[in-house]
């Protein structure tokens, strides 16, 4: 079985020059050649270095894959189901960012109320297509969830994701996506003697559950400054 499902995905390779969800980024897509079910991705950086930007990038290409060249929503199924959980944030915020993002307008102008009667119509028509045109994306509100509501949420749209592709079509090859924002906000299962046992616990078990359903995973975590104390420190 394990042989045949081997050869399986290297045929669908050869067929589609390339399988799973790409990033979007060209030098980044051509070294781990797209995600595929059951992956999880720790993406890390500096508080401030783009990791939210990074992930909402999914929904923007969810978003330009599901719009008409006339900006239009299209009238079918795009194939992509994301979930985003803003564990660090309100769900308002994320979507602020990504109205703003699509609309080409600075999110300062927007907290400052500083917009023009052009801005309003931009994000009126951008909230239209992440309204009509994004049937497969949802973006989770709660501030600190808990590990077991992410586990059982991946588990629900991996069962969704399949009810969905077998109703409408099975040659959709982009896999489900969890995007949390991020795996640091996350409260634990149980409470262990430091937070580096509950983090990873917490990983363990988000990734288990990722494989056992073929959905994708891509968390963000900020990096700490411990290594800025260390001798011969990069």
């Known amino acids: 079985d394990v042989i045949r499902t081997v050869f399986k995905n290297i045929t669908e390779k050869a067929k589609r020059k390339g399988i ?6 060209a030098e980044l897509d051509s070294y781990v050649n797209g995600l595929l079910p059951g992956n999880l991705i720790i993406v890390g950086s500096r508080p401030g270095g783009g990791k939210t930007s990074f992930c909402l990038e999914f929904i923007h290409q969810a978003l330009d894959r599901n719009t008409t060249p006339d900006g239009k929503p299209k ?5 992509d189901d994301i979930l985003f959980i803003a564990a660090g944030e309100r769900a308002s915020a994320v979507i602020e960012k990504i109205l703003c993002a699509r609309a080409s307008i600075e999110p300062r102008f927007l907290r400052a109320c500083r917009l023009r009667e052009q ?5 009126i028509q951008q909230a239209d297509l992440l309204y009509k045109g994004g049937p497969g994306i949802a973006v989770a509100d709660g501030l600190y969830p808990r590990t ?16 969905r592709r077998t109703e409408f079509s099975d040659d959709c090859h982009r896999p489900p996506i969890v995007i949390i924002d991020s795996i640091q906000h996350l409260r634990p299962l149980r409470d262990r003697q430091n937070r580096h046992q509950e983090i990873t616990e917490t990983v363990r078990e988000i990734r288990c559950t990722a494989d056992n359903v073929g959905v994708v995973v891509v ?11 260390r001798e011969n420190a990069w």
């Open 219 to 229: 968390a963000s975590s900020p990096l700490n400054r411990f290594h800025r104390t």
């Open 75 to 79: 009238e079918t199924w795009g194939g």
């Open 20 to 25: 799973g969800t790409t990033f979007g980024l």
């Open 119 to 123: 801005h309003f119509r931009d994000l």
């Open 148 to 163: 077991m509501d992410v586990l059982l949420a991946i588990q629900s749209l991996g069962s969704h994701a399949r009810q």
